[in-house]
Structure formats: C-alpha cells, structure tokens
C-alpha cells in the first residue's frame, strides 16, 4: 500500500487550461501539505493542511486552490495555468505533535509541464 | 525566521569513500528537528535520517549518521562506504509548527 498516493504522475496541458492534482495519506497523519520544486530542485511550501483546515498559505497566487474534503485527502487544482507554473508538485503528509520525530512522508511527485 | 543554508551546490566521491554533506540552520525555537532527504534521479524523496534537538546523542541509521553540533547550528549528514546508487540529490530539512523548511540541496556524485 502505498503512504502517500497523487495523481497523476504527469501532466502536460496548454497555457490558460485548468488542472487537478489528487492527494490521498492512509497514514492517518493529521496534517497534509503541498510543496513545489521547480527546475532548480528547490522545494518550497505552498500549503499546510490540519484536520481539513487550513493552516499556511505561503503567499501562493489565487489561481491555486487546495481543498481537504476530510484528513486523508488534500487536492490541488490550477486555474489558467501559466509557463512559470511548470514544476513537479509534490503532496505530504505528517503526524502533528512536536514531539518526536515526525517525518514528513512524500508523495511520488506530479510533474506538470505547461506549453 | 527560520533558515537551512546548504552551501555544496555539488560534490563528488569515490565508490567505498566517506563524503560529509554540510547543513547549517538558524532557529530562535528551543525545540526543533532536523531531516535528511535523498533524491535520486527518479525524483522520489526518500527519508534518511532524523536529529532531535534536545537529542543527546548523533543520529544514525545503517551507512548515514548526523554530526549534530548544536553550538554551531550545524547538523552534517555523513555518509559512509559510498555506493553509486547514493549518486543523488540530498536536501536537508527543518521542522517548524505546520511546514518543514528546505535546503538548496547538495547534488551528490560517487565515482567508480
């Protein structure tokens, strides 16, 4: 089984299209997040997720909109997608205490490649 | 704010060689973690091992140990007896209250 499953792997969709990622933990962690690495491998935050709630909004266009319709689930979807939008989106997972290790466990990556 | 600086954009080393890859953090928090992450070129982020701060010993697991110096802010990962398959990117990484922080990332080469 496994942990953190996103889908799809690839996209490949024209300037201004829509898109959707999905993001499924059977972990049973309590907060779910949305990173992105660019070309230059950098990984940054654009989302935390809590319990459903949202936690971190890392100054993320409004094109961009995360919904956790419950714990296990955080999906991203893209309004009018731009070039700079290109990037592999990765979707994670981690238990909430401070306490303790707390690995945060990666999803497989969505490469998403705008034409 | 907080902040990883990793400062090896690349480094290269021979097969069955050891390889320190540098990671230094700044944090007013008291209590705080510290990750190290592997990626190889099929782009999967793979964790390798974990330092607490109030942990008084080095962290290790199997060929990969943590040289915690908490003084200096710095928690080097250390691999040891390299392989070709550690050849990947390796991201350092701290834990805030809901995110983790990341370093640039240090691309690692092991020559045959």
């Known amino acids: 089984d496994t942990a953190v499953s996103q889908t799809p792997k690839y996209l490949v969709t024209q300037m201004g299209n829509d898109k959707s990622i999905k993001c499924e933990q059977n972990?049973?962690?309590?907060?779910m997040y949305w990173y992105k690495q660019d070309s230059k491998k950098f990984l940054k935050i654009m989302f935390s997720?809590?319990?459903?709630?949202?936690?971190i909004n890392e100054t993320v266009p409004n094109r961009f909109s995360p919904k956790s319709p419950d714990k296990a689930h955080l999906n991203l979807h893209i309004n009018s997608l731009e070039l700079g939008d290109s990037a592999v989106y990765f979707c994670?997972?981690?238990?909430?205490?401070?306490?303790?290790?707390?690995?945060?466990?990666f999803g497989a990556g969505s490469r998403l490649t705008v034409l | 704010a907080q902040k990883i600086t990793q400062t090896q954009p690349g480094m290269f080393v021979q097969e069955k060689e050891a390889v320190t890859l540098d990671c230094t953090y700044d944090?007013?928090?008291?209590?705080?973690?510290l990750f190290w992450y592997k990626q190889p070129s099929s782009g999967e982020m793979i964790f390798l091992i974990y330092?607490?701060?109030?942990?008084?010993q080095n962290a290790t697991e199997g060929r990969y140990s943590l040289n915690f110096q908490k003084a200096r802010k710095s928690a080097n990962l250390v691999i040891s007896a390299s392989q070709l398959g550690d050849s990947a990117m390796y991201f350092c990484?701290?834990?805030?209250?809901?995110?983790?922080?990341f370093g640039t990332g240090t691309r690692l080469k092991v020559l045959a």
């Open positions: 994670a997972s981690s238990p909430l205490s401070r306490a303790g290790a707390n690995v945060l466990t």
């Open positions: 972990l049973g962690h309590d907060t």
């Open positions: 997720y809590n319990n459903k709630e949202l936690i």
């Open positions: 944090t007013s928090d008291p209590s705080y973690g």
């Open positions: 330092q607490g701060s109030y942990d008084q």
């Open positions: 990484a701290m834990r805030e209250t809901y995110k983790y922080i």
